[in-house]
């Protein structure tokens, strides 16, 4: 029911954004409604946009748009600066997510939050709607073990990369059991096996198909495996094998 709240909604702005010739934005979407996005962008005859405050972002704003598009300045999304004294304690991102989640907001009204830092000091960024900014800062005072103080940042976020490692694997193909085996350091049956459980998720939807095709900038995700980005294919080796460069998220 919410989904097709939301996609009725999105069909709504598709369509202001056709008649007043300006851009209208929606909340932030989980990745998997950015189809349902551009679908309603094709149906209206319009284009759509996303951006969600920072480069590769999860979740985004869409802006539906007919000439130009807005500068990421212009999208409704302000950035929190989220600080804590690392002498006493040092909050992961689940910790700042339940805190965050803990303030009985809509989901729909907050983005991504990215690990950075400020005046050379640990902090985090959290991206939201303006009209909620006020009220996060206000009343997010812990996150985990830590006291933190919350203000809207006026700088440009300096964000950290994030934690993970760089692969560089060969595999038979670039089918979605190939790359999720070599990656994840599983054997193709393993693979096989976790998407036939629906463990496995491509670009955030659930995927059943162990033969589907992959291509550069696809984000595999398989519960209890964790997270990979394909980032590039490079050819093919002595043995005819495809070369694949990777990165999997954590530590």
């Not at 989980?30 to 209206?44: F, G, K, V």
């Not at 809207?152 to 990369?161: G, K, N």
Request: with cysteine.
């Amino acid at each position: 029911m919410m989904a097709d709240a939301l996609n009725k909604r999105m069909n709504e702005l598709a369509l202001r954004a056709s008649y007043a010739g300006e851009p209208c934005y929606t909340r932030f979407l989980e990745p998997s409604m950015e189809e349902a996005a551009r679908a309603a962008a094709a149906h209206a005859g319009v284009r759509v946009a996303f951006w969600g405050g920072c480069p590769d972002a999860e979740r985004c704003v869409a802006a539906f748009y007919v000439d130009e598009g807005p500068e990421a300045s212009e999208y409704p999304i302000a950035a929190l600066r989220i600080a804590w004294n690392a002498k006493f304690a040092n909050p992961g991102h689940r910790d700042l997510l339940g805190a965050v989640m803990g303030l009985g907001i809509d989901r729909e009204t907050t983005g991504d939050i990215v690990m950075g830092r400020y005046h050379g000091a640990d902090c985090a960024y959290l991206f939201a709607l303006p009209e909620m900014a006020s009220y996060i800062a206000a009343n997010l005072e812990g996150a985990g073990r830590a006291s933190v103080r919350v203000s809207v940042a006026q700088e440009e976020p300096e964000l950290l990369p994030p934690e993970g490692e760089a692969l560089r694997v060969t595999v038979q193909n670039e089918r979605l059991d190939a790359v999720l085996a070599a990656t994840c350091r599983l054997s193709r049956s393993e693979a096989q096996r976790l998407i036939a459980a629906g463990l496995v998720k491509l670009n955030h939807a659930p995927c059943l198909r162990a033969d589907a095709r992959l291509a550069e900038g696809d984000l595999i995700s398989a519960r209890g495996y964790g997270r990979v980005r394909v980032t590039a294919f490079l050819g093919e080796s002595r043995r005819g094998r495809r070369i694949v460069s990777a990165f999997r998220y954590g530590k």
